[in-house]
């Protein structure tokens, strides 16, 4: 029987005393954030613009039309988002499964951008449209990437990960393309509620209301699933049926909430959880108290965001960074209470098909492709009159610093990303999925943020501060675990989607060291020099070279905590000397180029296909692909789109995000 539907056999009554409190205690707080929040006079205004409106008083026009629309969009999205993260983990039978793991945020987002930059002849359709049209889109493809695997929890997890990955570079790209719609287009995909108007109530009132009726229509026949599809269908349920048309509800709740204020997260996962936690066995009463709670943690967080005084920020934040801020730990608190199902706790890794392939053979390839790329991205260019052919020194010293840049990037995050992997046995897990890319990134910006100077040598520290402040998090949630590929993967997105938030807070801000700062974050070569590639050549080559050395170690720790300790190794030390590792190469590449992803997960996964399945020939092939792909994409980006020049980051992104949407789609 499944734990995500029926209680354990001697787990605590449900107690509704204790959401009496909770609520009581709830109302309390928001009834004195109302007050200190409402314009020109607290609740005494806000009561006479309820019960006594006048149009001619500007009081309470600005009441009247931005601040109870923005409180009312706020019940009414959080209810939505939590009743359809609800619906989705009872169905899937899925802890972790939520609106913002299904990458419908990435794919409204696209949607939208598409509307606004390349479809200016469809402007007579509102956008609610096409972030509609994208959001549906995004969420049908993780779903057909993990039928294969019957949407289980790791699967559907990675599936939205990688599709949020990569949409988020294309629309980064367009972003970046057309900048004067930059900072709007950003802020909203944080989760703004802004309102200028009760249009937002009216077009999410009424699909909220009758989806939430149809969902509670069709909630007896859903119940029956508790106790599973084949008993299910035993007693004439048409399980697929039902579940089609529960998870498309949930998909059209949480689509319509994207389309209109953006992305906001962790409000579908946390508040099922808690429902869960308060032993709540009825599925209606799930529903409905799913979405209360969501409705006043939505509300909580942007009446939070509004105390704020203005002399702290230079504008509102958006409302989504809040709530993934509030949201990333308690959900990782949730992950020390060991709530998760039995079945999720572990996921093996598919059964490999091994086959044997010469080393040196691949090599040769490898290192023959990778002097070919160095020699086109040296002396191919692209120009107004076209292309051209060059070895002139001139131009090679230009290209030079950019080059090698990103060759050693490529091979430094290779590294770490083959550490990581090995260490905790997941072939998912990398640098920038763990979050350690983004803590490195995060302490940077802060420094830049609050006008603190650092030479390279205090960035390199910072950075490395940031980098292993994540990797003791991961550690200290996922040990209990022994570092079970789901509550690592888990933890990892927790500390990313945090992470991320704060980053966004800090670059919505109008400065402009802000916005210099976001072309840092898509991962570009731009600004480096030979400095930069020194250090680079030192950081890197020390800690691949003791990654070499020690592959046999690596190669044990790999066969997991009981069989490694059972011939004598010491297996904290050896993961905790991993870990520091893997912090410093993410730090050395974050500071030249700016947080990378997917080479760290791309590189070793296309070693292993290729045949390398033991630590050390797996990190001499993975360095080499990942020094090919950086290298390839940072000429793609810098000429095949002359005069536009794209981050080498983004266009990794895009390259390892097809290849694993294939890849997932095959296997």
């Known amino acids: 029987m499944n734990d995500l539907t029926v209680s354990a056999p001697h787990s605590q009554p449900f107690r509704s005393w204790r959401i009496w409190l909770g609520l009581g205690f709830t109302f309390l707080l928001l009834a004195v954030l109302v007050e200190l929040t409402a314009p020109f006079g607290g ?17 309470h026009i600005v009441v009247g039309l931005t601040y ?12 939505a988002l939590s009743v359809a993260g609800c619906v989705m983990q009872f169905v899937l039978r899925n802890p972790i499964a939520a609106p913002t793991t299904l990458g419908v945020a990435s794919g409204a987002q696209f949607g939208l951008i598409i509307s606004m930059l390349l479809a200016p002849g469809l402007a007579m359709l509102p956008a609610v449209t096409f972030a509609f049209i994208g959001g549906v889109f ?22 939205g990960m990688v599709v949020s990955l990569f949409l988020g570079s294309v ?18 995909g944080t989760g703004s509620l802004n309102q200028n108007g009760w249009d937002g109530v009216w077009h999410l009132a009424p699909v909220i209301a009758a989806t939430t009726a149809l969902l509670l229509l069709v909630q007896r026949p859903l119940s029956s699933l508790a106790l599973g599809d084949t008993v299910a269908d035993s007693i004439g349920v048409n399980v697929k049926r039902y579940k089609i048309i529960s998870l498309g509800l949930a998909i059209l709740l949480t689509a ?10 962790f409000v579908g996962i946390v508040t099922p959880n808690i429902v869960r936690l308060l032993k709540v066995r009825a599925l209606s009463a799930r529903i409905l108290l799913s979405g209360l709670l969501g409705s006043l943690m939505l509300l909580l967080s942007d009446l939070l965001i509004q105390a704020i005084p203005k002399e702290v920020t230079s504008q509102l934040l958006p409302t989504g960074a809040m709530t993934a801020l509030i949201g990333a730990p308690f959900f990782l608190w949730l992950l020390t209470r060991n709530i998760w199902p039995s079945q999720h706790a572990q996921t093996a890794d598919a059964a490999l098909h091994y086959k044997q392939t010469s080393f040196t053979r691949q090599l040769l390839w490898l ?59 997941n072939p998912m897990a990398s640098p920038e999925v763990l979050g350690i890319s983004s803590g490195a990134s995060l302490a940077m910006v802060l420094c830049v943020m609050f006008g603190i100077k650092l030479g390279r040598d205090g960035q390199i520290l910072v950075g490395t501060l940031g980098a292993l402040t994540v990797a003791a998090v991961i550690w200290a949630t996922s040990r209990k675990q022994h570092f079970a590929p789901m509550t690592v993967i888990l933890t990892g997105i927790a500390l990313s989607a945090a992470l991320d938030a704060l980053l966004r807070i800090t670059l919505s801000s109008s400065s402009e060291d802000a916005q210099a700062l976001l072309t840092w974050l898509s991962g570009s070569t731009y600004l480096t020099s030979w400095r ?9 080559s020390p800690l691949m070279l003791i990654a070499l050395v020690t592959s046999r170690h690596v190669n044990v720790v790999s066969l997991g905590q009981v069989s490694a300790g059972s011939v004598g190794m010491h297996v904290g030390r050896v993961r905790q000397g991993i870990l520091l590792m893997v912090a410093a190469l993410t730090t050395l590449c974050t500071i030249v180029i700016g947080p990378l992803t997917f080479i760290g997960l791309l590189a070793p996964h296309m070693a292993r296909a290729m045949g ?3 630590a050390r020939s797996q990190l001499i092939s993975a360095c080499l692909i990942g020094a090919i792909v950086m290298t390839l994409s940072d000429w793609v980006g810098r000429m095949v789109w002359f005069p536009w020049q794209f981050p080498a980051g983004l266009i990794s992104s895009m390259l390892g995000g097809i290849y694993f949407l294939y890849l997932m789609r095959k296997n």
């Open 256 to 265: 319509v909430v994207v389309s209109e204020v953006g992305l906001i997260g």
């Open 68 to 79: 109870l629309p923005r409180l009312t969009v706020a019940l009414l999205c959080g209810f």
């Open 532 to 540: 930069d590639v020194l250090m680079l050549i030192g950081g890197i």
């Open 367 to 425: 290192g023959t492709g990778l002097v070919a790329v160095i020699a086109v991205a040296a002396t191919l260019g692209n120009q107004d009159s076209g292309w051209f052919f060059s070895i002139s020194s001139d131009v090679l010293a230009l290209r030079a610093p950019r080059l090698f840049s990103a060759l050693l990037a490529g091979i430094g995050l290779a590294v770490a990303g083959t550490l990581i992997q090995r260490m905790t046995t």
């Open 171 to 188: 629309n980064t790209m367009l972003m970046l393309v057309n900048e004067k719609h930059l900072t709007n287009v950003f802020v909203w």
């Open 138 to 159: 995004s969420t049908a493809l993780v779903f057909w990437l993990s039928a294969r695997k019957g949407f289980a929890a790791v699967q559907m997890v990675l599936s």
């Open 43 to 59: 609740g005494k205004l806000l009561f006479r613009t309820l019960f006594d409106y006048d149009s001619a008083n500007y009081q």
């Open 612 to 614: 390398r399945y033991d």
